[in-house]
């Protein structure tokens, strides 16, 4: 008996002055997994994804970086859909598109099986009343603004996206493809998760919250030139050797003019640095690999196998083997 293949429209909507990549990105990540796994099962099968931009009336749509974006279809016209994501941007909160935008979810909610935000777009998903009583999040920027206009709900401006029923609310820009990831791995499997996050060069999954995006981005950030340029290098030359000596070298300073850059500019020592991007990098191998923990403890510059799990467990709280356990996205791992 052949088993019939479900199609799954997933429908983006768009407006004037919505932030480009909320909706691009997503977008992406739906019609990646459609490629991929049309790729391993024959053209001739279904795809497992449809997706279609809708527009308050079907006109085209400015976004915020002037990219103009020509809709599908008006909201009114939108056909039978499974999922809705509603992208952030300033455009949003224009109390026009605001109510426009609440009205048909409130009118069309019942019939979706999941509805999303990314960014802002949760203005839109409160509005229409669907996050009453729920745990959101979105961008950190934005946070508290959202929370004092619909003080019914529950921020947490740290998440990266938040599931409550059949609801999902996510963080700022990129998190819309973090978002549309765990979707895809809802519905088909972390394993397709996977391929699509190589397919469009992302971390399949990122730990942590927004406060820590990221360590080398808010050393580079905080540090001058000098100091700057050095964090790049590390990334690129983490199982070399990164004694003090060698980063003061790099830099033309002395040992101590270094460490005490370092101090002023981040309250650590260049070690302690050097470490958490060892362990950060380490999390993510854990997360996407299946090399062993003695082989990713090696590549990455720790002394020994003991090191590296001393210093996991001091970065992270729980041992390399426990962090893959939970995190990891081989074959048999279990929920995204």
Not at 76 to 99: F, K, N, S, W, Y
Not at 116 to 125: E, I, P, R
Not at 181 to 205: I, M, N, Q, T
Request: hydrophobic letters at 45%; aromatic letters at 6%.
């Amino acid at each position: 008996m052949t088993t019939v293949r479900r199609t799954r429209r997933i429908g983006f909507i768009g407006f004037p002055q919505f932030n480009a990549l909320d909706l691009t990105g997503p977008l992406d990540v739906f019609s990646a997994a459609a490629e991929l796994e049309r790729e391993q099962v024959g053209p001739r099968r279904r795809a497992i994804y449809e997706t279609v931009v809708l527009g308050l009336d079907g006109s085209p749509c400015r976004t915020e970086s002037a990219l103009t974006v020509l809709p599908d279809l008006a909201l009114a016209d939108a056909p039978p859909l499974d999922t809705v994501i509603v992208p952030g941007g300033c455009g949003v909160r224009e109390p026009a598109t605001l109510q426009a935008l609440a009205q048909w979810l409130r009118h069309r909610g019942p019939r979706l099986r999941r509805i999303a935000s990314v960014c802002t777009g949760a203005y839109a998903l409160a509005e229409a009343g669907l996050l009453d009583g729920c745990r959101v999040t979105t961008h950190w920027r934005h946070a508290g603004a959202l929370a004092a206009r619909y003080p019914q709900l529950t921020i947490d401006a740290d998440a990266i996206f938040l599931r409550s029923g059949r609801i999902y609310t996510s963080a700022g820009i990129s998190a819309g493809i973090d978002l549309a990831l765990a979707l895809v791995a809802e519905d088909h499997g972390p394993a397709l998760a996977l391929s699509v996050a190589r397919e469009l060069v992302v971390h399949v999954k990122r730990d942590g919250g927004q406060r820590q995006y990221s360590a080398p981005l808010a050393f580079q950030t905080q540090a001058g030139d000098r100091l700057g340029d050095l964090a790049a290098w590390v990334l690129r030359h983490l199982g070399e050797d990164l004694s003090v000596e060698r980063l003061a070298q790099r830099c033309s300073l002395s040992r101590r003019q270094l460490s005490r850059r370092f101090r002023e500019a981040f309250g650590v020592a260049p070690a302690q640095y050097v470490e958490r991007l060892r362990v950060d990098e380490a999390r993510q191998r854990l997360a996407e690999s299946r090399a062993s923990i003695d082989r990713i403890a090696a590549v990455l510059g720790f002394r020994s196998t003991d090191v590296f799990r001393r210093a996991f467990e001091r970065q992270v709280g729980i041992a390399p083997a426990q962090y893959r356990a939970r995190f990891g996205a081989g074959e048999s791992s279990g929920e995204f």
